[in-house]
């Protein structure tokens, strides 16, 4: 009997927090106000002037196909914000723009491993990549972190996973759950350990921009030939526009550029005209505006989840996520954030969503909500913890 369907479809996982998310979507519809602290995206519309180039672009009749690599301007913008921001000078041609990063992160593997390869990368971490993997029969091999390594890879833990099979490892900074940042001496040995195996290093720097009381270094300062996947999603608040881009050594340009033609012929037009404007003065002074209000709503709601037995030894330092322990609270945190959503009507993710290490003990809070919002939410769970 033929088989319905691949078994590379079937492994693939869903997202938890989505299942989440429909049935929060259900209780609002019936009537329910929910505090929603689940979502990975920014509450706030996309900028005024990056709307308005949209506009235009589509009465200049630009929304035809561009190459696969994206509109040279925006590759010079993107060059130009590296100067600017980093003070490095990239050139253009190695910079290719994407349908979000997240088909930069599906061609960067597809790209760096083959199959039955493996890439390593830290539980928790964002859940997409292994999925990714998976579609190119590859795998990934998931590195328990915790708080002593500020839920990051460090060298030490490189070199004794290290196997005949890992082809690469993948880093995040800002990272998604947990909000850690690696600072340049961390990257710099990190890029020489993985560089000491022979092995390839990816960074997903999605969160860049939205850091608080610092910038994060781009692995790029000490690794001219990391790969470096980024994208307009997060800090210029354009999820829905699906625009990334992927900085890659140059001899991989051309492989890149026919898995872009051949996945998705072209990153949307309207998208890459409207992000042109990202980079303007005016638009970039909305962005930082933005990036002091979500400072603002990281404070309150760290010292609000410390005060209520919380657990989070290392205050994250980028994105717009806390990673709580929750040990202390419950002994199940999948059916404690099913609890939190049912009878107090606050959306939060549970750990299973990043990961099998002690992701029983985690959930993540998202501060994408405003301080009021934020308030709230804390009453919620002072509520719940106090009746429990
Ligand atoms: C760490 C990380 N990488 C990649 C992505 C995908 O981003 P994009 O919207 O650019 O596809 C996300 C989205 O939440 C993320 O958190």
Redesign the pocket.
């Known amino acids: 009997m033929t088989k319905d369907w691949s078994s590379r479809a079937l492994d693939i996982e869903s997202f938890k927090v989505m299942d989440l998310l429909k049935r929060a979507r259900e209780l609002e519809a019936a009537g329910c106000d929910v505090v929603h602290m689940e979502v990975?995206?920014p509450d706030f519309p996309t900028a005024a002037p990056v709307a308005a180039a949209a506009r235009e672009a589509i009465d200049r009749g630009l929304t035809q196909y561009t190459p696969a690599a994206g509109v040279p301007e925006l590759r010079q913008a993107i060059a130009g914000f590296y100067r600017q921001r980093y003070g490095l000078d990239i050139a253009p041609e190695r910079i290719i723009v994407t349908?979000?990063?997240?088909?930069?992160?599906l061609m960067v593997f597809a790209l760096l491993a083959d199959a039955g390869q493996q890439f390593m990368m830290a539980d928790p971490?964002?859940p997409?990549?292994r999925q990714f993997l998976r579609l190119v029969e590859a795998r990934g091999q998931l590195v328990p972190v915790d708080a002593d390594s500020n839920f990051q890879l460090t060298p030490r833990l490189v070199a004794e996973h290290w196997r005949p099979a890992t082809a690469g490892v993948l880093l995040?900074s800002p990272?998604?759950p947990t909000g850690s940042v690696l600072h340049e001496a961390e990257l710099r040995a990190l890029a020489q350990s993985v560089r000491a195996q022979g092995g390839r290093l990816v960074v997903?720097e999605?969160?860049h921009g939205l850091t608080y009381g610092m910038d994060a270094p781009t692995v790029l300062q000490v690794d001219p030939q990391a790969f470096v996947?980024n994208?307009?999603?997060?800090y210029f608040g354009m999820?829905g526009w699906?625009?990334?881009w992927i900085v890659a050594p140059e001899d991989a340009i051309p492989h890149l550029e026919r898995l872009a033609q051949n996945l998705y012929i072209s990153p949307t037009t309207v998208s890459q005209y409207a992000a042109l404007a990202a980079f303007e003065p005016e638009a970039l002074e909305i962005f930082e505006a933005r990036r002091r209000a979500f400072g603002e709503r990281r404070d309150l709601l760290l010292k609000g989840l410390r005060a209520l037995g919380f657990g989070v030894p290392v205050a994250p330092e980028g994105?717009f996520y806390i990673y709580a322990d929750v040990s202390a609270l419950t002994d199940n945190a999948f059916d404690f954030c099913w609890d939190l959503l049912e009878r107090d009507h606050l959306a939060v993710t549970p750990g299973l969503d990043f990961g099998r290490h002690r992701c029983n003990e985690f959930v993540r809070f998202s501060y994408t909500t405003s301080l009021e919002r934020i308030e709230l939410g804390l009453e919620r769970l002072r509520r719940r913890l106090k009746a429990s």
């Open positions: 990975g995206e349908a979000g990063a997240s088909a930069a992160l971490g964002y997409c990549n995040a990272a998604n997903d999605l969160y996947i994208s307009f999603s997060k999820t699906r625009l990334g994105a």
